[in-house]
């Protein structure tokens, strides 16, 4: 009988299940290449940010450059966990699962590193960082997005799901869809001039919530629904941009359409997030070709 130590699989030799805590291998304690590159490029961003400050290469304001650089990282990997669900079913790719746990908990990490970087920054007066939270209402989201990232990867182990229970454990980690949206607000409120980059991300976001809500109500989108989610998260992305603009910058409306149009200022965020979403369309396009048999 295997013991708590070891697992035994048929036609294979015994294996030590420490196997499958490490960073290059799956569930089954494995090699996974796919878990390794997605190990080595989690962890790239914080070797950089560590070498940068060895260096002395983040300017004159060191801790506030590392704070938006790790919370920048942060919103990334947590569109990187809320993505792998959905181009796990377009692209028809199972092994996409075996890497969202440690998306996820990368995620925490840079959150809980985002928020130790700012205390950092206000000289480890811990109090100063308190009222800080409690009088800046952007830091109060933020806190509270973290909090729920932390509930969350407290929850992500395989013991916690057996405890929960599967449907009580799914209810929960469906927290992170709010906690996705907290996230970008954040992100929206300490951005104090250029909003391309929340813009940006929040249309991404579009996407996978749109991918999630047409799949739950009506089935596989297919090639075909794939092509409209891009297109619809296209033009809601530029349709967002517009009104935000106009309205928070009283600028005019139709002016903030054409620029969506003038490449000489950059390419918009709506054009990258059509790119993205034709993208898995057509990854998907090709993935799902019948694959030819050589007699």
């Known amino acids: ?16 299940s420490w196997r499958v805590y490490l960073p290059w291998t799956d569930g089954a304690g494995r090699f996974s290449f796919l878990v390794l590159v997605v190990f080595l490029a989690l962890l790239t961003p914080a070797a950089l940010l560590a070498l940068d400050a060895a260096t002395g290469q983040l300017g004159p304001r060191p801790w506030n450059l590392a704070i938006h650089r790790v919370g920048w990282w942060t919103v990334m990997f947590l569109m990187a966990s809320l993505a792998v669900t959905p181009l ?7 092994g996409l699962i075996g890497v969202r746990r440690m998306i996820g908990v990368a995620a925490f990490t840079a959150a809980m590193l985002h928020l130790v ?9 811990l109090l100063k960082v308190s009222s800080e939270i409690v009088l800046r209402i952007y830091l109060a989201i933020g806190l509270a997005a973290l909090l729920g990232l932390g509930a969350l990867a407290a929850t992500s182990t395989d013991g916690m799901v057996r ?13 992170t869809y709010p906690i996705a949206v907290l996230a970008l607000v954040h992100f929206f409120m300490q951005i104090k001039a250029d909003i391309t980059q929340p813009i940006l991300f929040s249309g991404l976001l579009v996407w996978l919530m749109a991918y999630r809500l047409w799949r739950s109500r009506i089935g596989d989108p297919g090639i075909p629904g ?53 993208a898995v369309a057509a990854a998907a396009a090709f993935r799902r070709q019948p694959r030819r048999v050589i007699a």
């Not at 796990?88 to 199972?94: D, E, V």
């Not at 405890?163 to 927290?175: P, T």
């Not at 149009?261 to 965020?269: K, L, Y």
Request: no cysteine.
């Open 163 to 175: 405890r929960l229970g599967g449907k009580r454990w799914q209810l929960l980690h469906r927290l």
């Open 117 to 125: 970087l700012y205390a950092g920054e206000q000289a480890w007066d």
């Open 226 to 278: 794939l092509v409209a989610l891009a297109v619809a998260a296209g033009v809601l992305t530029a349709l967002g941009e517009t009104v935000g603009i106009a309205w928070v910058y009283r600028a005019p409306a139709w002016s903030v359409v054409q620029a969506h149009f003038d490449t000489a200022i950059g390419i918009r965020p709506a054009w990258w997030v059509l790119a993205a979403g034709l």
């Open 88 to 94: 796990r079913r377009a692209l028809r790719w199972n």
């Open 1 to 16: 009988m295997p013991t708590a130590t070891s697992t035994i699989r048929p036609g294979g030799p015994r294996r030590s």
